[in-house]
Structures are given as structure tokens and as C-alpha cells.
């Protein structure tokens, strides 16, 4: 069974650039989760989705937005890209609920130059 | 704040030794998700442990949640080569699907 994918697996942007970067689930799973891992930041939440609609956000700038589509898949949006935004980006799947395990993909690496 | 206090943040030991890893808080969790990322790879979910006291084995991994479901620990018996990685520990706190991660421990295991 294939896991969460994730693309493009690098990315490579200038600052005030927007970057969208694509997220397929487990099979099954509906709830879809966003993470940002910043160097010495850790995994940081930045959204959550499910059946199409935002459930929560961490604490980002609105211009980190997202969709799901009816497939489940996902989009994160970054506009006006800042050197801070360097990171790896992974996405996550789960089945739907608060408690359930989320499986993560390897993540997309966006580099701000 | 760190909400999630993992301990050592860095361990460099040799093969066939045994390691104890420590995530704290002062926070209640409803579960506790034990996670080891290697470099330029997703982190990959161990166990997920719900109930305090309760603890759960992985071959040679051992997993506890504490009688408060505030702080978990990992032991590894007889360490090897392969369980050379990130090893991150992350809570629930029923937050809309937002799971709070600890720093990491990054552990390092020679042949």
C-alpha cells in the first residue's frame, strides 16, 4: 500500500515568490495535516484539513493557506515567500478524528534564496 | 516554551549498549506518539501509547507513558547500527488534530 506522497520533493523559490507544494494521503485516510520542520524549530502544526474544509491552523501568517480536494489530496500555499520560510514541509494522513496516528511523507524541501 | 521536553538531545553510544530516552511536560496528553526520522526521510510512526502506565514493546524498543500521561520514555535495548536516527516524541492534547512534537533526539550508534 503506498504511503503519503509528497511533491515536488525540492524546491527552490526567491524571496516574495509563492510556492505550492502537493500532498496525496494514505488510501482510506481523509484527514490530511500540514507541519513545518525549521532548522532548530522543530515540527511546528500549520493546518489541518478534512472532507474538504479547514478544521484548524497553528500559529502561521495567513498567507500559509491550503485546500483539499474531493480526492482528499492537498495543497499548501506559501505567498510572499521570506528567507524564514526555508524548511521542510511535511504533510501527513490520518483517518478521521482527533486521535488517530498520522503517517507522514518525506516531505518537500523549500529553499528561499 | 517547549512544551515537550525531550532529553538527551544528543546520544552517541556503541553497538550492544542499552539507552533510555525522556520526553517531559507539565501538560496532560490524551496520547503520546513516538516517532525516528532519518535524514531526507518523513518521520516514521513507532507506537502510539493512550493509557497511563501503560507500556508497549517494539522488539527492542520499549515504550512507557507515565501513570500522569505527562512524560513517555523509549528505552532501546541492546543498541544497533540501524536504530541510528531522529527519534521524536509528540503529543495530543485534543487541539484539532494538531499534534505537539519534542525537539528530538537525535541518536547516534557505532558499530
Known amino acids: 500500500e503506498a504511503g503519503v506522497t509528497q511533491s515536488p520533493t525540492h524546491l527552490i523559490k526567491t524571496r516574495g515568490q509563492q510556492a505550492t507544494l502537493r500532498c496525496s494521503p494514505i488510501?482510506?485516510?481523509?484527514?490530511v495535516y500540514w507541519y513545518q520542520q525549521a532548522l532548530g524549530l522543530g515540527l511546528q502544526f500549520l493546518l489541518w484539513?478534512?472532507?474538504?474544509?479547514?478544521?484548524n491552523r497553528g500559529n502561521f501568517p495567513p498567507r500559509f493557506s491550503g485546500r483539499q480536494f474531493p480526492n482528499y489530496s492537498s495543497e499548501l500555499n506559501v505567498n510572499a515567500l521570506e528567507l524564514e520560510d526555508s524548511a521542510l514541509y511535511l504533510c501527513?494522513?490520518?483517518?478521521?478524528?482527533?486521535?488517530?496516528?498520522?503517517?507522514f511523507g518525506d516531505g518537500t524541501r523549500l529553499s528561499i534564496l | 516554551t517547549q512544551l515537550l521536553e525531550q532529553s538527551p538531545q544528543f546520544l552517541s553510544i556503541q553497538e550492544g549498549e542499552n539507552l533510555t530516552v525522556y520526553c517531559n511536560s507539565s501538560?496532560?496528553?490524551?496520547?503520546l506518539q513516538w516517532y525516528r526520522q532519518e535524514p531526507g526521510e518523513g518521520p516514521v510512526l513507532l507506537v502510539t501509547?493512550?493509557?497511563?502506565?501503560e507500556v508497549k514493546k517494539l522488539k527492542r524498543l520499549t515504550f512507557q507513558f507515565g501513570d500522569a500521561r505527562k512524560d513517555s520514555s523509549l528505552h532501546i535495548t541492546a543498541a544497533q547500527p540501524g536504530d541510528t536516527g531522529l527519534y521524536l516524541c509528540?503529543?495530543?492534547?485534543?487541539?484539532?488534530?494538531?499534534?505537539?512534537f519534542g525537539q528530538g533526539t537525535e541518536l547516534s550508534v557505532k558499530p
Open positions: 501538560s496532560v496528553f490524551s496520547s
Open positions: 501527513a494522513s490520518s483517518l478521521y478524528g482527533d486521535q488517530k496516528p498520522q503517517y
Open positions: 501509547v493512550v493509557t497511563g502506565g
Open positions: 488510501s482510506g485516510h481523509t484527514s
Open positions: 484539513y478534512d472532507e474538504g474544509e479547514e478544521r
Open positions: 509528540a503529543g495530543n492534547r485534543n487541539q484539532g488534530g494538531k499534534l505537539i
